[in-house]
C-alpha cells in the first residue's frame, strides 16, 4: 500500500478539511426525515434498512417502521411474520429477522437500552463494523468511524489511491484513514458528511467537481485522475436462471409454501416451485419440482405469467403455469408450513418481491 500520511487531509489540513466537508453538509444535505434523531433505535432501524439499500427505496421503509415499532420494546414484542410483512420488497430479508432478534435481546438482556459504543454494539445480530461506527458516532458522539462504498470512493480520489479498493489490504488503509479523519467535533456528522458527499457530488461516474467543497484537498482532482478512480475488480458475469413456479388451485384457493427461516428469503411464502435444470422442458421441471418438494403430482393447465426478476448475484425467469392436483396429500418437505389460501387474502402474507 502506498503511504499516504504526507497529504493534506492527514497532516496539517485535517482540521480545515473537516470544517469544509461538515459545514456543505449543513447546508447542503438532502432533507431526510429520519435525519436529525439522536435515537439511537431509530438510528439502528434506519441503517439497517439501508444496507443494501438506496435512499430514495429504503426512505419510506423507514418511515412506516418506525410508525408500527417506534420502540425497540414494540419491535421486540411484535410476531416475525409483521416484521417480514413490512420489510415486503426491500429484499434481503436476513436484516429484518436479525433487527427482530437483537431487539428481543437488548429488551431481554439489557433493558432496552441499545450500547453505547461500536465495539458492544457490534455484539448484536446483523450489526457489522460500518453499522456499529454510525450508530455510535450519530447517537452517542464516539470517534467511531465508518466506511462504505460511498466512503470509499471519496477517500480514494482524495488520496489519489491506484490501489484496488476491493483488496483486504485497500479496505482496511481505508479504515485507518477514516479513524484518524473522524477524530475531532460531531464525529457523527463528519461520518454522514463524507457519506453525503459521496451520494451528491463525489458519485461513481460524473463527480461534479465544480461543486466539491473540499476539492481543494483532492489529489485525484489535482491530477485529473478522478474519473478513472477508484480501482475496482471488475463484475463477473451474473448467472442466469430459469424457474418454473405452479399456481396449484383447488376450490378457488391455491396452495402456498412458507419458506425456512434460515436462509435466503427465510420466513417467506411463496408457489411451490424451482430451477429448471439443463434440458429440461418447463414441464418436466415443475412435475419434478412439486413431487420433490409437496410429494404431488400435477396436471399443468395454463402459462400463466412470466416474471423478470435480479438478485444481488443472480437473475431470474420465472414462468409461472396455473395447475391443480392429480393425485397425492400435499405435504411440506421443503417448506415449514402449507396453506390453501383464497386470493383476496394474499395480502396477509408476505411473498417475496418476483
Not at 458522539?141 to 483486504?168: F, Q, Y
Not at 463477473?236 to 396452495?255: C, D
Not at 431470474?316 to 396429500?329: A, E, F, M, P
Request: charged share 20%; glycine share 6%.
Amino acid at each position: 500500500m502506498t503511504d499516504y500520511s504526507t497529504s493534506a487531509i492527514f497532516s496539517n489540513k485535517k482540521t480545515a478539511f473537516r470544517r469544509a466537508i461538515m459545514h456543505w453538509y449543513t447546508h447542503q444535505a438532502r432533507d431526510l426525515s429520519w435525519r436529525g434523531t439522536r435515537d439511537p433505535y431509530a438510528i439502528w432501524v434506519a441503517e439497517i434498512i439501508l444496507q443494501q439499500t438506496r435512499v430514495d427505496q429504503g426512505t419510506p421503509y423507514i418511515e412506516r417502521f418506525l410508525k408500527q415499532f417506534p420502540t425497540v420494546h414494540t419491535l421486540a414484542e411484535a410476531d416475525e411474520d409483521a416484521v417480514l410483512k413490512l420489510w415486503e420488497g426491500l429484499g434481503y430479508y436476513t436484516r429484518a429477522r436479525n433487527l427482530h432478534k437483537a431487539a428481543q435481546h437488548v429488551v431481554e438482556h439489557r433493558q432496552g437500552q441499545l450500547p453505547t459504543n461500536a465495539k458492544e454494539l457490534e455484539t448484536l445480530p446483523g450489526v457489522g463494523r460500518y453499522t456499529a461506527g454510525a450508530i455510535a458516532s450519530i447517537a452517542f458522539e464516539e470517534t467511531a468511524p465508518v466506511v462504505d462504498g460511498n466512503v470509499k470512493r471519496v477517500l480514494s480520489r482524495l488520496c489519489n489511491c491506484p490501489d484496488n479498493i476491493d483488496t483486504p489490504a485497500t479496505t482496511n488503509a481505508i479504515w485507518e484513514w477514516m479513524t484518524t479523519l473522524v477524530r475531532g467535533k460531531s464525529p457523527g456528522n463528519f461520518n454522514q458528511s463524507v457519506m453525503e458527499l459521496g451520494a451528491k457530488i463525489c458519485t461513481p461516474r460524473n463527480p461534479i467537481c465544480t461543486s466539491c467543497p473540499v476539492q481543494r484537498y483532492c489529489l485525484a482532482y489535482a491530477h485529473d485522475t478522478q474519473s478513472t478512480l477508484p480501482v475496482r475488480t471488475p463484475k463477473k458475469k451474473v448467472p442466469h436462471h430459469q424457474i418454473v413456479v405452479a399456481a396449484i388451485k383447488k376450490n378457488g384457493r391455491y396452495l402456498l409454501g412458507k419458506r425456512p427461516s434460515e436462509g435466503m428469503l427465510g420466513g417467506l411464502w411463496e408457489f411451490p416451485g424451482g430451477k429448471v435444470e439443463s434440458g429440461e422442458s418447463h414441464e418436466a421441471a415443475l412435475h419434478r419440482e412439486i413431487a420433490e418438494e409437496l410429494g404431488i403430482r400435477i396436471e399443468i393447465l395454463d402459462a400463466l405469467c412470466t416474471v423478470e426478476h435480479a438478485y444481488s448475484h443472480f437473475k431470474i425467469t420465472l414462468h409461472v403455469y396455473t395447475c391443480r392436483q392429480s393425485n397425492g396429500t400435499p405435504t411440506p418437505k421443503a417448506h415449514t408450513e402449507l396453506k390453501w389460501v383464497y386470493p383476496k387474502h394474499f395480502e396477509q402474507y408476505t411473498f417475496p418481491k418476483a
